[in-house]
């Protein structure tokens, strides 16, 4: 719940003036919106699996102080939540029937983002070859993306300091009005090399073949559902990383959207 708190911040340094405003802190820290700061930022990343979404969101937003939210996180909690209370994940009328049900939070600090359903810590569990197995059957059921999407859009509008929106339909769908929607891109070859590198640090081996097979059967779900597929929003920018680090895209990604806050 939000406090009071009263600080002494230096808000001009370069003529060593020094301002004590009143701000509100959350106990939980998040970082208090101060006169003079940057208008609240909106940033729509969107993209097939393992384009570097995740990793790119967290560090931008990290980077520039804003919220970070992973609506993939969030599909996936859903997702497990129904595998755990006998849901037939493959039954679009018992999916959405029990859409409602499970309370699905996020935790949005970009240096420990959570994810929990029911209270109970879904962060290990939604990364279950079991979740990722269902995931796209669960989200491409019209009443979970009706659910979710409110909430993706209650999260966002509650962002004081702005927020970067991690998924498939967030420029599209979700948050049609983002300051800056990008898209990221990566060919089938690098994609699956990256997640290879996940699954070798885990379990010692990776099956390369496979893992691309898994990864373009998702995308191709999620692209051809009826109800808001992932696809590229018409005024966003689209970045192919398959070439760059991962630093690379974030410092692009962080130089577009100061690029935005300036002519703002
Ligand atoms: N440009 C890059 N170069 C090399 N590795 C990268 C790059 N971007 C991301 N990675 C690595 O690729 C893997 C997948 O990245 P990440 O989870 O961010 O992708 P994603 O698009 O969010 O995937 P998903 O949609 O499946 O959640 C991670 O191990 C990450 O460190
Ligand atoms: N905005 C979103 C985000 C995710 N999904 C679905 C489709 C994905 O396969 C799945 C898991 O996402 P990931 O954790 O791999 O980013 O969730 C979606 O439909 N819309």
């Keep these: 719940m939000p406090v009071s708190v009263r600080r002494t911040v230096v808000i001009f340094p370069e003529h060593s003036r020094k301002v004590s405003v009143t701000v509100a802190a959350s106990l939980e820290g998040t970082t208090p919106v101060l006169p003079g700061a940057p208008a609240p930022v909106v940033v729509a ?13 967290k560090a931008v937003a990290a980077k520039l102080g804003l919220s970070y939210l992973d609506t993939g996180a969030q599909y996936r909690a859903i997702t497990w939540w129904m595998l755990t209370h006998g849901v037939d994940v493959d039954d679009p009328a018992a999916v959405a029937e029990a859409a409602e ?3 699905i939070e996020s935790g949005t600090d970009p240096s420990a983002p959570t994810i929990t359903a029911d209270g109970e810590d879904a962060g290990g569990p939604i990364r279950t070859p079991e979740v990722t197995a269902a995931v796209s059957a669960v989200s491409a059921v019209p009443e979970v993306r009706a659910r979710i999407t409110a909430l993706q859009r209650h999260i966002a509008d509650s962002a004081e300091r702005g927020i970067v929106v991690e998924g498939r339909d967030i420029g599209t769908t979700v948050l049609p009005g983002a300051d800056l929607k990008i898209f990221l891109t990566a060919s089938p070859e690098a994609r699956a090399a990256r997640r290879g590198g996940e699954l070798k640090a885990q379990n010692g081996q990776a099956d390369l073949a496979a893992t691309r097979q898994a990864l373009l059967k998702r995308d191709q779900a999620d692209s051809s559902r009826k109800t808001s597929p992932l696809a590229k929003a018409d005024d966003a920018v689209e970045v192919d990383t398959t070439e760059l ?12 959207i100061e690029e935005k806050q300036r002519v703002a």
């Design 45 to 57: 990343i969107d993209g097939p699996s393992g384009t570097g979404k995740s990793s790119t969101s």
């Design 101 to 103: 049900r499970p309370v």
């Design 245 to 256: 680090t991962l630093e690379q895209v974030i410092e692009c990604v962080v130089t577009l």
